[in-house]
T-cell receptor
C-alpha cells in the first residue's frame, strides 16, 4: 500500500548497533502498528498507537521501543540489535471510524542482524 | 503461543481447482475474522472478513466459511488462478484492532 511508506526497505547491521525503522502514512489514519513477520509464525504485534500520546505494548515488545512523532509518523527502534531480531518488519495503519478497522500495511523492512 | 492455528503450511493446486485453508481458534471473545493476502515483497492486504453472526461470506471467487461451535473458519478459493499464488493469513480479534495472526499458508497455483 503506497499510502504507508516504510524506510529503509532493507537493512543489514551488526549486533549491538542501534537501529531505527521509520513509517509514514498519508491515509490520515489515527491508529498505527508495528509487526514482525517470521517464517512459520505469521505476524506478531510489537507496539501499537492510537494517537500521538497513546502508545501500547503488543505481544513481543521486549528489545524494542517506539516513537509517535506525529499522527502520520511512527518509528520503531532496536536499542541494541541482536541476531534473533532478524525478521521482516511491517508498519500498519487503521481508521477507528471504520466499523471493521481493516489494517493497511506498508511493504516492509527486511532487517538482518549479523 | 499462537492463538490462531492455520493449516496447511503450503499447498499446490492446478489452475481452475479449489484451494482450501483452515484456521482454528480457542478464544471465544474473538468476534472479527479477516483474511489477508500477501505477495512477495509486499505487505499483507485485506482480502475478505467475516463476523460470527453469519456462517458464510462470499466475495467473487473467495469464500469464508465459519463454524462458531467448532471455533473454526476456512477460506475457499474457487477456480484458482496463477495470480492467486500468494501467502494467505487468517487472523482474529476481539476488539477490531489487536489482530492475532495464523502462521500463514503459501498457495501455488500451477498453470
Amino acid at each position: 500500500d503506497a499510502d504507508v511508506t516504510q524506510t529503509p526497505r532493507n537493512r543489514i547491521t551488526k549486533t549491538g548497533k542501534r537501529i531505527m525503522l521509520e513509517c509514514s502514512q498519508t491515509k490520515g489514519h489515527d491508529r498505527m502498528y508495528w509487526y514482525r513477520q517470521d517464517p512459520g509464525l505469521g505476524l506478531r504485534l510489537i507496539y501499537y498507537s492510537f494517537d500521538v500520546k497513546d502508545i501500547n505494548k503488543g505481544e513481543i515488545s521486549d528489545g524494542y521501543s517506539v516513537s509517535r512523532q506525529a499522527q502520520a509518523k511512527f518509528s520503531l527502534s532496536l536499542e541494541s540489535a541482536i541476531p534473533n531480531q532478524t525478521a521482516l518488519y511491517f508498519c500498519a495503519t487503521s481508521d477507528r471510524t471504520d466499523p471493521d478497522q481493516p489494517q493497511h500495511f506498508g511493504d516492509g523492512t527486511r532487517l538482518s542482524i549479523l | 503461543q499462537q492463538q490462531v492455528k492455520q493449516s496447511p503450511q503450503s499447498l499446490i493446486v492446478q489452475k481452475g481447482g479449489i484451494s482450501i485453508i483452515n484456521c482454528a481458534y480457542e478464544n471465544t471473545a474473538f468476534d472479527y475474522f479477516p483474511w489477508y493476502q500477501q505477495f512477495p515483497g509486499k505487505g499483507p492486504a485485506l482480502l475478505i472478513a467475516i463476523r460470527p453472526d453469519v456462517s458464510e461470506k462470499k466475495e467473487g471467487r473467495f469464500t469464508i466459511s465459519f463454524n462458531k461451535s467448532a471455533k473454526q473458519f476456512s477460506l475457499h478459493i474457487m477456480d484458482s488462478q496463477p495470480g492467486d499464488s500468494a501467502t494467505y493469513f487468517c487472523a482474529a480479534t476481539s476488539n477490531d484492532y489487536k489482530l492475532s495472526f495464523g502462521a500463514g499458508t503459501t498457495v501455488t497455483v500451477r498453470a
